[in-house]
């Protein structure tokens, strides 16, 4: 059974702590003077007054009691929730936006998605514009795993926390304690950001667009502070830079780990090899027909379909132009994309490439043991054995997404959208990948759809950020029964 009072102690917590992330907007914005001190300091008062009543409500049993298996679900479902909320707090009362567009903006920008309602980015302050950046890095990496880092008492049963959060079908410790495994993994991500930021400002960018870009780049969310998108950028040496840490933020992070450590050969792990193939085969299929019908010159073809195809793949959804005009087989290939990701333990949206790993080695076993009946067949990954739980795991994840995808779009049709646009919304919004197609193109806002669509596509997103069973156990009333 579970414990409310251990749950809402530990959420108490997590949302005080997070309450602190509004001061950083908060001084730069005295900084800057843009006028939008008051929304964040009114949404660090609100969010700290919050955590702090929850916090008095059960923190004595946070430091009594070990949570269990459900109360580790209920914390990270019900947390990321609430977090997703008070995200949308500075949108509100700065009154740039209203209820549904400020939840759904605050539920893109935690999730790493990177879809916005804001149809015109130049009148927003730059303390909103910085916000924005901020809540998908601290997304990107997972909020749970820095509250796990900053908040030691969480690290006895901060590893079932880690993993329901964590993306892919499994989660690598780095140190044996799971408080340096989370320290660990914020280390690196804090240090790549930093790299990021330093790369850019070599490049002409100013210190506030380049800190914004490394934020959103490093956690695959793709914000942009301009209309342009990643268009904006003249400079080829920027957008190769992009490209390339767009690259690193689809890769597991414990494998970045083992590479920063001297264990180079990690890097040969299948499913890295298995990303990068399709990275290379996509861009190649992308660009054929942009040089068939003579859409740029072949040097310019290449170039274009990578930063899509990286961009779309690493579900950051940056664009340098838009490929909603481009010919079918292109688009296709991209839109393709939505339902790939990037790798387990990275930043990245989708299914994840071990997972398609997974699957084509189970169909594969299914057809040799249909040839062979008496044969026995197991599934190796690197080296080693895939469990038969892992494989069951695989499938009714696949399951959940094709369930998830269909509703998602009917949904999105009865509220009166068309076909093209409620499947590829929905799709970009369950792999966290930004762009859409139909009657939006990849470089539109989502400023025009109807306020519940926003709020079903806002649901959609922290499906795909938490990988659905985080939240979806959070409906089944035998969840909190005995």
């Not at 005295?30 to 008062?45: A, K, M, N």
């Not at 947390?79 to 949308?88: D, E, F, P, V, Y």
């Not at 067949?377 to 009714?396: A, M, N, T």
Request: aromatic residues 12%.
């Amino acid at each position: 059974m579970i414990n409310p009072t251990l749950i809402v102690g530990l959420a108490g917590w997590i949302i005080t702590v997070f309450s602190a992330a509004f001061l950083l907007p908060l001084l730069s914005s005295f900084i800057l003077q843009d006028g939008s001190e008051r929304c964040f300091l009114l949404s660090f008062i609100i969010s700290l007054g919050l955590g702090g009543f929850l916090v008095f409500l059960g923190g004595q049993e946070v430091r009594h009691q070990e949570p269990r298996y459900r109360d580790g679900l209920a914390v990270v479902g019900l947390t990321w929730l609430a977090l997703n909320i008070l995200g949308a707090l500075p949108y509100w009362i700065s009154e740039v936006l209203g209820f549904w567009d400020g939840l759904f903006e605050s539920f893109s920008g935690l999730s790493s998605t990177g879809a916005t309602v804001i149809a015109d980015l130049r009148p927003i302050p730059r303390g909103l514009l910085f916000w924005r950046s901020l809540s998908q890095w601290l997304g990107g990496m997972g909020i749970i795993v820095l509250m796990v880092a900053v908040l030691p008492f969480l690290g006895v049963g901060g590893q079932m926390m880690l993993k329901n959060e964590s993306s892919g079908p499994s989660s690598e410790k780095l140190r044996p304690r799971v408080t340096q495994t989370a320290k660990f993994l914020w280390l690196i991500y804090l240090g790549l950001t930093v790299l990021l930021f330093g790369l850019l400002t070599l490049g002409g960018e100013s210190i506030f667009q380049a800190l914004c870009q490394s934020l959103t780049t490093i956690s695959t969310g793709g914000f942009s502070n301009f209309n342009e998108s990643a268009a904006v950028h003249e400079s080829y040496y920027i957008k190769w830079v992009l490209i390339i840490f767009m690259f690193i933020g689809s890769l597991s992070f414990a494998i970045l780990f083992q590479v920063l450590t001297g264990h180079l050969k990690a890097i040969l792990n299948p499913e890295v090899i298995f990303f990068a193939v399709i990275v290379l085969g996509a861009s190649f299929l992308v660009a054929i027909p942009l040089m068939a019908v003579r859409f740029y010159s072949p040097g310019q073809s290449l170039f274009q379909a990578l930063f899509q195809v990286i961009s779309v793949i690493s579900t950051t959804g940056l664009t340098t132009a838009n490929w909603g005009l481009w010919p079918d087989l292109s688009r296709a290939v991209l839109l393709a994309l939505f339902f790939v990701g990037g790798c387990s333990g990275s930043t990245s949206g989708g299914l994840k490439c071990v997972r398609w790993l997974i699957l084509f080695k189970s169909l594969h076993r299914a057809f040799r043991r249909y040839i062979h009946p008496r044969g026995v067949f197991p599934i190796r990954l690197g080296g080693k054995s895939v469990p038969d739980s892992v494989l069951e795991k695989v499938w009714l994840f696949f399951l959940l997404y094709l369930i998830s995808l269909g509703a998602g779009t009917l949904i999105l049709l009865f509220m009166g959208l068309d076909l093209g646009t409620s499947f590829s919304a929905t799709a970009s919004a369950l792999g966290n990948v930004g762009p859409v197609l139909g009657s939006l193109g990849p470089t539109e806002t989502l400023a025009s759809l109807p306020g519940p669509a926003k709020g079903v596509l806002s649901i959609c997103m922290l499906l795909g950020r938490l990988e659905f069973y985080s939240f979806l156990v959070l409906l089944f009333p035998e969840f909190w029964s005995r």
